[in-house]
Antibody, heavy 118, light 107 residues
Framework: EVQLVESGGGLVKPGGSLRLSCAASGFTFSSYSLTWVRQAPGKGLQWVSSISSTGTYIYYADSLRGRFTISRDNAKNSLYLQMNSLRAEDTAVYYC???????????WGQGTLVTVSS | DIQMTQSPSTLSASVGDRVTITCRASQSISRGLAWYQQKPGRAPKLLIYDASSLKSGVPSRFSGSGSGTEFTFTISSLQPDDFATYYCQQYNTFTWAFGQGTKVETK
């Protein structure tokens, strides 16, 4: 069974940093691209960043490039999102998801809540 | 970036109704469109990919159509479990973008 479990969310002050993790199991991790999607409270889904299976190719939403960094460790079956210079508008549930061979997000984690507030 | 415009934002319907949601892309995305269902407090669930291909295990009352810039998502006969928010998503380029979502609520 495919499982994705996010962790690392919490309360952080504006300007602070946070690193999210996503632990994967139930599939060949190194064969799939992965992605982060966020959802602000009561709002819609926003794509954040994606990374190819080997980590060679990395893509970011224009509005987030420069503050967020996606990475992965295929030996640990883990995906990461380093978030710096956090702002109140970054408050959201952050989901990791697997990208299938059709470039869709076929499996999702349960999400981790990031709250940016003083 | 490609922008996705979804309508309506809210749809009131009854069990048994036929429900249709529209999604427009700001430029052609061929058939690179997916539809997701999300229920409160839950992660989204992939229903349809490549504009009209039903993901395995998804009931056949869900369908999609379209290509280029105009896409449609249909629930042929709304069931109690279908009250949720639906999102379109483009994946034609190496960026991904969601529509604003359509909340299907009880009339």
């Amino acid at each position: 069974e495919v499982q994705l479990v996010e962790s690392g969310g919490g309360l952080v002050k504006p300007g602070g940093s946070l690193r999210l993790s996503c632990a994967a199991s139930g599939f060949t991790f190194s064969s799939y691209s992965l992605t982060w999607v966020r959802q602000a409270p009561g709002k819609g889904l926003q794509w954040v960043s994606s990374i190819s299976s080997t980590g060679t190719y990395i893509y970011y939403a224009d509005s987030l490039r420069g503050r967020f960094t996606i990475s992965r460790d295929n030996a640990k079956n883990s995906l990461y999102l380093q978030m710096n210079s956090l702002r109140a508008e970054d408050t959201a549930v952050y989901y990791c998801a697997r990208i299938d061979y059709n470039n869709c997000f076929d499996y999702w984690g349960q999400g981790t809540l990031v709250t940016v507030s003083s | 970036d490609i922008q996705m415009t979804q309508s309506p934002s809210t749809l009131s319907a009854s069990v048994g109704d036929r429900v249709t949601i529209t999604c427009r892309a700001s430029q052609s995305i061929s058939r690179g469109l997916a539809w997701y269902q999300q229920k409160p407090g839950r992660a989204p669930k992939l229903l349809i990919y490549d504009a009209s291909s039903l993901k395995s295990g998804v009931p056949s009352r869900f369908s999609g159509s379209g290509s280029g810039t105009e896409f449609t998502f249909t629930i042929s006969s709304l069931q109690p479990d279908d009250f949720a928010t639906y999102y379109c998503q483009q994946y034609n380029t190496f960026t991904w973008a969601f529509g604003q979502g359509t909340k299907v609520e009880t009339k």
